[in-house]
């Protein structure tokens, strides 16, 4: 049992080390948070920065609530398991004594695991830091090219300054001048306006008789107008007549000869005479035998009998 003691003493004596490392540790964390907090505050006009120092810290926080579990988890695993041979043998002072050092290792595993995080992450924020200095070394060079070409467009403005000076001060000039050439003009204007009043009065009483005149070839143009339409109207009355006149006889002639067709016909059918030719009594265009074909060459006939062309009465009109 004593040796077991003196083992456990210099274990409980390394862990004692190992709790002063862990502060150590902590002193150092804190400087490292310390450095954080400064990059932070000298790179907080960077968003990129700003959103891989939140994505880091999310990890961060996700990864030691993970080491926290499983820490947990070894510990009552061990709490359970471990101890429960070694304390047996022991007495009370040695139980303690085997639960603290149990707890130390825990708390050591979880400060070391801890520190390597803080490392890897202490590293990715080095990384970050340098590409951020070579953004600043490219935004500062963009910087110096912005101002010489403010510096150049300056001197630009203060050419065209002086430019529209110049060009204001010829625009002054060219007033005056304008002014006193408008009231040059304005002068003849007034001159000659006085001396054409007396022809603008003629040309108002030549105007009086030229409206005059204009009344009245209006009133007898709306006379003629008048009675024009009057001859007009019985024209296209008389042509109306006239086609209504055709189209009756038209129809006459049709029935005349569609009788006459019907007749011959009967007659054929009875033995007495021979059937006449098939006709059609329809206005189709493609009939090779129509009665409308028979009046149309009839009418021609007419009309070249009388020496006249074929006169279309619609155009008449």
């Not at 820490?71 to 009552?76: A, F, G, H, R, T």
């Not at 695991?113 to 953004?135: C, F, S, W």
């Not at 059937?275 to 189709?284: A, D, G, H, R």
Request: with cysteine.
């Amino acid at each position: 049992l004593e040796k077991k003691f003196q083992k456990k003493v210099g274990e409980i004596g390394q862990i004692l080390l190992e709790l002063k490392l862990i502060k150590e540790f902590h002193r150092e964390k804190a400087a490292m948070e310390k450095q954080l907090e400064d990059v932070k505050s000298m790179e907080s006009s960077n968003r990129r920065h700003q959103e891989v120092v939140v994505r880091l810290e999310t990890r961060f926080f996700e990864e030691k609530k993970g080491l926290e579990e499983d820490v947990e988890k070894k510990q009552i695993m061990m709490a359970e398991t471990a101890p429960c041979e070694a304390v047996l043998p022991l007495n009370s002072t040695g139980r303690e004594i085997l639960k603290k050092n149990v707890c130390f290792h825990g708390a050591f595993a979880y400060q070391l695991k801890e520190t390597m995080e803080l490392l890897k992450i202490k590293q990715k924020l080095e990384e970050d830091k340098t590409l951020l200095l070579q953004e600043k070394e490219t935004n500062e060079d963009l910087i110096r090219k912005k101002i010489l070409q403010i510096n150049r467009q300056k001197a630009q403005i203060g050419d065209l300054q002086c430019e529209v000076e110049k060009l204001e001060r010829a625009l002054c000039r060219m007033t005056r001048e304008s002014v006193r050439e408008s009231q040059k003009t304005q002068h003849q204007v007034l001159i000659e306006n006085q001396a054409s009043t007396v022809e603008i009065k003629k040309m108002q009483q030549l105007l009086e008789m030229k409206d005059q005149e204009m009344n009245r070839v209006k009133k007898l143009a709306r006379n003629i107008l008048n009675e024009r339409t009057e001859v007009e109207r019985f024209f296209l009355d008389a042509l109306e007549h006239v086609k209504q006149e055709i189209i009756s006889s038209r129809k006459h002639d049709k029935k005349k000869a569609q009788t006459a067709y019907y007749r011959k016909m009967m007659e054929a059918c009875a033995g007495k005479e021979e059937f006449p030719k098939i006709k059609t009594f329809k206005s189709n265009i493609n009939s090779t035998n129509s009665v409308y074909r028979d009046l149309e060459e009839a009418e021609k006939c007419h009309w070249e009998k009388k020496q006249f062309e074929k006169v279309d009465i619609s155009e008449l009109t």
